[in-house]
Every structure is written in structure tokens, then in C-alpha cells.
Nanobody, 125 residues
Framework: QVQMVESGGGLVQAGGSLRLSCVAS????????MAWFRQAPGKEREFVAV????????GYTDSIKDRFTISRDNAKNTVYLQMNSLKPEDTAIYYC??????????????????WGQGTQVTVSS
């Protein structure tokens, strides 16, 4: 069955860095665009970043541009999110998600096929 397992979250001080990983299984990872979403307490889930199935350019939400970098290793069925210069407002549960589309990427959560269980990121001021 499909499994997506995130790791790498934790507690970090403002200005620090974390690297999230998401290992996928049960589907052909290399044919899926992969994304990270996050959900802060009391807020709706929001798009963070996406990378194309080929590793080509996807996109980022404006609030994290130049601080976060999404990457993937198709040989390891893994997608990463490198987060630098973290701010308290980055505190959230971070989820990885998979979207089957060879032609376009999307920031719309409802279009994603598979989701991980999430990993908590807490940034203290």
C-alpha cells in the first residue's frame, strides 16, 4: 500500500535550519510531482513548495522564497525540504504530498493523490 513518511521536524530557534525528508513507497515515485504543505494551529493547510516529477522547477509560496529549497532523489523515493532562516511563523505541521501529472504542477491541496502523516516544526523566538 501507499506510504509516505516524513521526518526531520523538531524544535529550533529562530534563524536556525531544519531539513525535512519524506520517503515514499507503494507507487511510482518518479512519475509524481511532490510537494510540501503546512498547517499551523487554527489555520488552514497551505502550500509551501512543489517539485516536478523530473526534478525540474516547480514553485514556492512567497513567504518562504529564498529561505526554503525543495529537492528530490528519485533513486531513493525521497523528497526533501531544506529550511533556513526559520521564523516563528514557520511553526506548523509539515506534510508531503504526491500529485500524478506529467504536464503541470499545482498548489491546490485537493488535487494531490497521496499524503504523509506530517512532522511537527516548532520555531522559538
Amino acid at each position: 500500500q501507499v506510504q509516505m513518511v516524513e521526518s526531520g521536524g523538531g524544535l529550533v530557534q529562530a534563524g536556525g535550519s531544519l531539513r525535512l525528508s519524506c520517503v515514499a513507497s507503494g507507487f511510482t515515485f518518479s512519475m509524481y510531482n511532490m510537494a510540501w504543505f503546512r498547517q499551523a494551529p487554527g489555520k488552514e493547510r497551505e502550500f509551501v513548495a512543489v517539485i516536478r516529477w523530473s526534478g525540474g522547477r516547480g514553485g514556492y509560496t512567497d513567504s518562504i522564497k529564498d529561505r526554503f529549497t525543495i529537492s528530490r532523489d528519485n533513486a531513493k523515493n525521497t523528497v526533501y525540504l531544506q529550511m533556513n532562516s526559520l521564523k516563528p511563523e514557520d511553526t506548523a505541521i509539515y506534510y508531503c504530498a504526491a500529485h500524478r501529472n506529467l504536464y503541470t504542477t499545482t498548489a491546490e491541496a485537493e488535487k494531490y493523490d497521496y499524503w504523509g502523516q506530517g512532522t511537527q516544526v516548532t520555531v522559538s523566538s
